[in-house]
């Protein structure tokens, strides 16, 4: 079964800004109706009537934290009582923090493992068996270049995403007899809010990308013929992947931890 994006709703999370908003244009450019969800209203109202304007589809907006406790729950409630039928989800929320572990907030530590892990594997499992049942779109997450080696001075941010990475790909194995397609798309540092909330450029490793190409790229991924658990965005990260992948783990944790100047 082809990729299907016109009479499909696709729910993307972190919707507000930088990869959320390039998900939504290139879904709602294909014909696909939106459910754009984040913290601040005001955003998501303005994106959601430009994309209904330019594109002549039907975008909902619903404000929330999904660093919350009980959040995708609620979500999910909120969509059932509006009637609304999601057939792609886009786990795409989620942040980093860099600086040595010790030295990090508890609460934002927390609230990091809430919105990385916890939210994406809630809303994965709410929405999970309405997605492989009708198998016309897609669920995808946003790990990251971070997930395949250890990254001090990042050490929570690459362990959720590597959890995120490993998830998705069980997920993907899981519902293989299912039309569904489930990617984990991993880009190194794209250009958006990401590093403003970070703190530090330090963490921007390697050639910045844009979201366009980063969203094009796990777009592309979805559309082949069969669809792979999981990509690296970007060659140059692909490479490192690869090299993390082959090279013992203690030297790969010293490179990782001189390039991230922990």
């Known amino acids: ?36 969800v984040a913290r601040r209203l005001d955003r998501l109202e303005g994106i959601a009537a430009d994309l209904e304007q330019r594109y002549g589809i039907t975008a909902h907006v619903v404000a ?25 989800l886009v786990n795409n929320a989620g942040f980093g923090s860099h600086g040595p572990f010790a030295r990090q ?18 809303l994965t499992r709410a929405f999970l ?8 779109g897609a669920l995808v997450t946003v ?27 069980a997920v993907a194995y899981e519902t293989r007899s299912s039309p569904l397609r489930v990617l984990a798309v991993s880009p190194g540092p794209v250009s958006t ?15 910045m990308a844009t979201p366009e190409q980063v969203v094009t790229a796990a777009r592309r991924a979805l559309e082949r013929g ?6 690296v965005a970007g060659l140059a990260n692909r490479i490192s992947a690869a090299a993390a992948a082959l090279t013992p783990r203690r030297v790969t944790l010293a490179v990782s931890g001189r390039i991230l100047k922990a």
């Open 143 to 169: 790990a990251s270049a971070a997930a395949y080696q250890p990254t001090p001075a990042m050490a929570v941010y690459g362990a959720t995403k590597a959890f995120v990475l490993s998830f998705t790909e």
């Open 226 to 231: 069969t669809t792979p658990p999981s990509i």
């Open 105 to 122: 907030d508890p609460a934002q530590i927390n609230e990091m493992i809430q919105l990385n892990v916890v939210a994406v594997t809630e």
């Open 64 to 88: 929330a934290d999904l660093a919350l406790p009980g959040a995708a729950a609620a979500l999910r409630a909120e969509l059932d009582a509006r009637g609304i039928t999601v057939h792609t």
């Open 193 to 207: 809010e990401f590093f403003d909330v970070v703190g530090s450029r330090d963490a921007a490793v390697g050639r």
């Open 129 to 136: 068996p309405g997605l492989a049942a009708d198998g016309r």
């Open 1 to 36: 079964m082809p990729m299907t994006y016109q009479g499909t709703v696709a729910l993307i999370t972190g919707a507000s800004a930088g990869l959320g908003v390039e998900f939504a244009r290139q879904w709602a450019a294909r014909g696909a109706d939106l459910v754009l």
